[in-house]
Each structure stands twice: as structure tokens, then as C-alpha cells.
């Protein structure tokens, strides 16, 4: 199932979404230019790669351990492939507008990067003897999945879903498609760690950004109205009143003053 819209309408220009976007598309187009050896070295130093965290003599063939600290941020903004870069790329824009409307700039770009943090130092926790680079904001877009989730449970999302030959979309509520997806991550991740696995995708830095996000938007949302706010605030027969969830789930009605 692959997500293509969904149906919240942002308020202001999502300007570190957009920012997000072009780093790695800029970063992505400079790696066209590389031969391949280079290229390939360039995943060695600036990825994130679990060894030269743990294992002092492969370190210092790369320098130092504390220059490895660097790549896990780095390495949130090297991808791939095309297939890498625009997958992560679209649902980075998805999710992230929404997001970023509802935090602000700030506490959005804070956010995405403790995100992408936790994902990699997820990876390196399970993955520490590992030799293969790390690349790819899979990690940091997870947390935005997992702060859209707590922020808009009620958000229906468009889904591509194929149907045999043919295929079909789907309104599907976030409540119901994010936890999913962390399921199939969940899953996936389980049968990583036994050495099934049928790819290279680094499941567990998905899963840790997930819960990463989930988590900290908490911490970034300053009061009740904040998290409850809802596109219903802006219907246009009711613009002065808010809709807030009741502590038991009930819905509570009250008019703004001011």
C-alpha cells in the first residue's frame, strides 16, 4: 500500500520541509557526479557505519571514533538510489507539511533530526559489529509518521492498494494505516535480526524514529488545545468553535473568546 495524499490542508508554507527536500536533492545529484569508487567511499565516511563506533581499529582507518559522530547526521542526507531518494522524499513531503504546520518551524526541524538521530543509534544498538554503511532519512521521516499519528489520528489517508491486476485507493485513517505499517516494520525488523532477510533496508532505524516521534511530539506540544486541534476548528459554518476529545473520549464543544 502506497500512500499518495491525504486530507489536512496546512496553514503555513512548510519552509523546512521544502528545505529537507532540497538538501537531499542536492546532496543526491552531487553523488551523480562522483565516479563509483569515490561514491562508494563517500558511503564509507560520511554513512553511518556501526563498526567504526565500536571497533577502535576500524575506526582509526577512518581517522578517529569521534568523527564518526558526525555521521549520524550526515548520513540522513545520503541516498542511494533514485528509488531510495524519492521514496522517502514523498512521503517526507506527505507527512511533513502537516507537521511542521501544526509544531512550527523550529520544534519541526528539531524533531526530524532527534528522529533521525534515535533511528541510526537504534540500528547501531542491534547492528553494532556491522561494517555496511548506514544512509537515507527513512529514520527521520518515521518520526514524522510517528508525530503525524498523535497529532492526526483522525486523518484519512489516500492509499494506492492492488488488487490483482488492478488497482484501487483507499480512504484509510491514519489511526489505522501508521500503526499498521510500524506492524510490517515491526515484523520485518523481528526477522532482521535472526539474519532472514530478504533486503537491505534497515528496518530497526525506521522502527526507532517511529517511536522516536511518537514520543517527542509530546514533548513539543505545550498545552491541551494544542493537541487536539483539529481541521474541524476551521469549518467554515462553525470558525469559532474548537473541538477537543474528552478525557474519557467524548467531544467537548467550546467557543474561542478574543
Do not use: C
Not at 81 to 95: I, K, Q, Y
Not at 187 to 213: E, Q
Amino acid at each position: 500500500m502506497i500512500p499518495i495524499s491525504d486530507n489536512l490542508q496546512p496553514t503555513r508554507t512548510p519552509l523546512v520541509t521544502w528545505l529537507l527536500l532540497g538538501l537531499n536533492f542536492l546532496v543526491f545529484f552531487f553523488h551523480l557526479w562522483l565516479p563509483e569508487k569515490l561514491l562508494i567511499q563517500t558511503y564509507y565516511l560520511w554513512g553511518l557505519v556501526p563498526a567504526r563506533f565500536t571497533d577502535p581499529q576500524y575506526a582509526w582507518y577512518f581517522g578517529d571514533q569521534a568523527g564518526a559522530l558526525i555521521t549520524l547526521f550526515t548520513s540522513m542526507f545520503m541516498h542511494g538510489g533514485w528509488l531510495h531518494l524519492l521514496a522517502n522524499s514523498w512521503t517526507l513531503w506527505l507527512f511533513g507539511d502537516d507537521v511542521e504546520d501544526r509544531l512550527g518551524h523550529l520544534r519541526f526541524a528539531t524533531l526530524y533530526l532527534a528522529s533521525g538521530l534515535i533511528g541510526g543509534l537504534t540500528h547501531l544498538l542491534l547492528f553494532s559489529d556491522s561494517t555496511t554503511p548506514l544512509i537515507g532519512a527513512s529514520g527521520a521521516v518515521a518520526g514524522l509518521m510517528g508525530a503525524y499519528l498523535y497529532l492526526f489520528p483522525h486523518a484519512k489517508i489516500n492509499v494506492l492498494v492492488p488488487i490483482l491486476f488492478f488497482i484501487d485507493i483507499w480512504k484509510i485513517p491514519a489511526v489505522l494505516y501508521l500503526p499498521f505499517w510500524f506492524i510490517g516494520e515491526l515484523f520485518s525488523g523481528t526477522f532482521s535480526l535472526v539474519g532472514i532477510s530478504l533486503s537491505n533496508v534497515a528496518f530497526w532505524a525506521h522502527i526507532g524514529g517511529f517511536i522516536a516521534g511518537l514520543l517527542l511530539v509530546r514533548a513539543y506540544i505545550s498545552d491541551r488545545y494544542e493537541t487536539a486541534r483539529t481541521v474541524f476548528s476551521a469549518h467554515p459554518r462553525y470558525p469559532d468553535v474548537i473541538y477537543l476529545p474528552g478525557r474519557k473520549g467524548e467531544v467537548v464543544y467550546f467557543r474561542r473568546s478574543g
